[in-house]
């Protein structure tokens, strides 16, 4: 029997998104600023309900990319607000258009998304060891600082259990248990 970490449920989505994504390095900023806006999305909710609506959120925001987000205005908010294969939450729509214009800001001042984020763990994913559960944060030193700069920068839906959610989910840590068959081999991929 493989052996998963323990927030994998049984759930096919679920089973595929722990196997094939997190945790592993991703360093494309037009997946960072999707997984950055479907991190804001999840708040209150479950990170399942959200993989469910993934593609639609795909479908409905252009791909994530931020050049085309940043240019929304209330008409595709409205439509937005009308799509049911979205979470259909105002003030996360409103927050994931203003951190496509933040995001672009950002890849002006530093080349790219990437380098800025990355820039919070020293550009190297950092590597726990954590046996179960009970050992695993739901945010950090680095989690903090992201969370406070991005706020500076104008940033929505970024506080730190969110900011960490994102670090796991995009490889920026890796917290798989140790345990888990992905550890070793996301350990081994985040080497650069």
């Known amino acids: 029997m493989i052996k998963r970490c323990h927030w994998s449920t049984d759930d096919p989505i679920y089973i595929s998104y722990h196997d094939n994504e997190w945790g592993i390095p991703v360093h494309d900023d037009v997946h960072l600023f999707e997984m950055l806006v479907l991190e804001g999305n999840q708040a209150g909710l479950s990170w399942l309900t959200v993989l469910k609506k993934r593609e639609n959120y795909r479908k409905a925001f252009d791909g994530f990319r931020p050049e085309v987000v940043a240019k929304y205005d209330q008409r595709k908010i409205g439509e937005l607000l009308a799509n049911s294969g979205i979470i259909r939450n105002k003030a996360k729509i409103e927050a994931a258009i203003q951190n496509a214009r933040c995001a672009l800001k950002i890849q002006e001042e530093y080349g790219s998304l990437d380098s800025y984020l990355w820039g919070f ?18 945010e950090t030193k680095e989690s903090d600082l992201m969370s406070r700069e991005l706020k500076k920068r104008g940033l929505k839906f970024v506080g730190s259990k ?27 991929s985040s080497k650069r």
Do not use: L, T
């Not at 969110?162 to 081994?188: S, T, W």
């Open 121 to 138: 763990v020293g550009a190297n994913p950092i590597q726990n060891a954590w046996k179960g559960p009970k050992e695993i944060p739901s």
């Open 162 to 188: 969110i900011c960490y959610a994102f670090m796991q989910a995009v490889g920026m840590v890796n917290d798989h248990e140790v345990g888990c068959f992905c550890y070793e081999r996301v350990k081994k």
